[in-house]
């Protein structure tokens, strides 16, 4: 079968695009795109494991001095150890400290356990009492004594 020279020019025009009556087709073409630059691989295999092993040991050595100055700080804050945080008031930790002292007291008042100052009173009381009982018992355990030696 031959193709009509009618039905060529039909699927040439199909296939091309549309332009503005009037105009010329024009003379510059798209340039071709160029593909992106691979990314170059190391041309001697032991370069890319040093620069791997270095990355590595850095990443370590930062690993290893932030734990240390964590480590610092909570010894600092607990008062153990030998680390000493510098500037901890800079920080205002001892104005956290006694917040959370209040806070702890107000806690342990809401559940009922006595305070600092309640639990001295009750020992002064008992103090008090024991001396009491000691001089009430006192003529009475000899009492018992001196009728025994009768």
Do not use: C, Y
Request: proline residues 8%.
């Amino acid at each position: 079968m031959a193709t009509r020279p009618d039905e060529t020019a039909k699927s040439k025009k199909r296939a091309a695009p549309a332009r503005p009556a009037g105009k010329a087709p024009s003379a510059k073409k798209a340039a071709p795109r160029k593909a992106a630059p691979a990314a170059k691989a190391p041309t001697e295999p032991g370069k890319a494991e040093g620069l791997l092993r270095a990355g590595l040991k850095a990443l370590d050595t930062v690993r290893n001095d932030v734990a240390k100055r964590q480590a610092n700080v909570i010894e600092g804050l607990l008062g153990i150890g030998q680390g000493k945080v510098p500037g901890l008031d800079g920080f205002g930790i001892r104005k956290f400290e006694d917040v959370f002292d209040q806070r702890v007291a107000t806690a342990l008042q809401r559940l009922g356990i006595p305070g600092a100052d309640e639990v001295q009173a009750l020992r002064d009381e008992v103090a008090r009492l024991r001396e009491r009982v000691a001089q009430l018992e006192g003529p009475a355990r000899a009492a018992p004594r001196a009728r025994a030696r009768r």
